[in-house]
């Protein structure tokens, strides 16, 4: 990646305002749950036409499991839904699925479900689809640093958080160390592709230095960081 690099590579997506936005319309938080993962299927599909090549969205951290068991329960079993029913569709076309977090939380049918979708899925060349589910980048952090692969970890580029916060809540920490932040008020079930669009149109705004100075490559741009 060069610092004047014209498109982000590896976009990460805190996907927020799905509570928010069904509640403003008179409806049950879940049913905003739904209609993000309707938004997830328009990313998905749009990404690799924008130039991602890898997409990681934030779908379950490790503290929403503070959230009540009825919508953790549901939000379970909509992305047991979600990875089911994607996996032929993701080998259709060329997509990689995987998911990061811990998995010993997880259901098994779950934890099931994604092996087959990430073995079915290996061979995908066109976008690495990465879902976040139950995790936390500081634990990430810790289990990495222990087996000496923080290196590897992939850099993100663009990071994008809907729903008009503006905080990373344990997401990709290590990996954002030297990513562009965009954050926009759109809720993510109203994320749409020409949302992503302008996310990634002002990327190309910005300039990057990685703590360098402009016309100078960036120190950990190539083998360090976007390996
Ligand atoms: C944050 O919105 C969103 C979540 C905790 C869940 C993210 C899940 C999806 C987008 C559903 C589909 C995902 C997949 C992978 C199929 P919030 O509930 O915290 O919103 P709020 O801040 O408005 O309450």
């Given at each position: 990646m060069s610092q004047s690099t014209s498109l982000p590579t590896h976009v990460a997506i805190i996907?927020?305002?799905?509570?928010?936005?069904?509640?403003?319309?008179?409806?049950?938080?879940?049913?905003?749950?739904?209609?993000?993962?309707a938004a997830v299927r328009r990313v998905v599909e749009a990404a690799p036409h924008l130039g991602i090549?890898?997409?990681t969205l934030f779908a379950f951290s490790a503290d929403n499991w503070k959230r009540p068991a009825t919508e953790v329960n549901r939000l379970l079993r909509l992305f047991l839904g979600y990875v089911r029913a994607e996996t032929a569709t993701c080998v259709e076309?060329?997509?990689?699925?995987?998911?990061?977090g811990r998995r010993d939380r997880l259901p098994p049918t779950l934890v099931e479900a994604v092996e087959t979708a990430e073995h079915?899925?290996?061979?995908?060349r066109t976008l690495h689809l990465r879902l976040a589910i139950d995790y936390s980048a500081r634990h990430a952090i810790a289990q990495a640093a222990a087996a000496g692969t923080l290196e590897s970890m992939e850099a993100v580029d663009l990071l994008i958080r809907t729903g008009g916060?503006?905080?990373l809540s344990d997401f990709l920490l290590w990996e954002s160390a030297y990513a562009e932040l965009y954050f926009t008020p759109v809720a993510w079930p109203e994320f749409s592709a020409a949302s992503l669009a302008e996310a990634l149109a002002e990327y190309r705004r910005r300039q990057r230095r990685f703590g360098g100075l402009p016309g100078l490559p960036g120190p950990r741009d190539e083998a360090a960081v976007a390996s």
């Open positions: 996907m927020d305002g799905n509570g928010r936005w069904a509640t403003n319309r008179g409806r049950p938080r879940f049913a905003g749950h739904r209609a993000g993962a090549t890898t997409l076309r060329g997509v990689r699925l995987t998911v990061i079915a899925t290996a061979g995908g916060e503006k905080r």
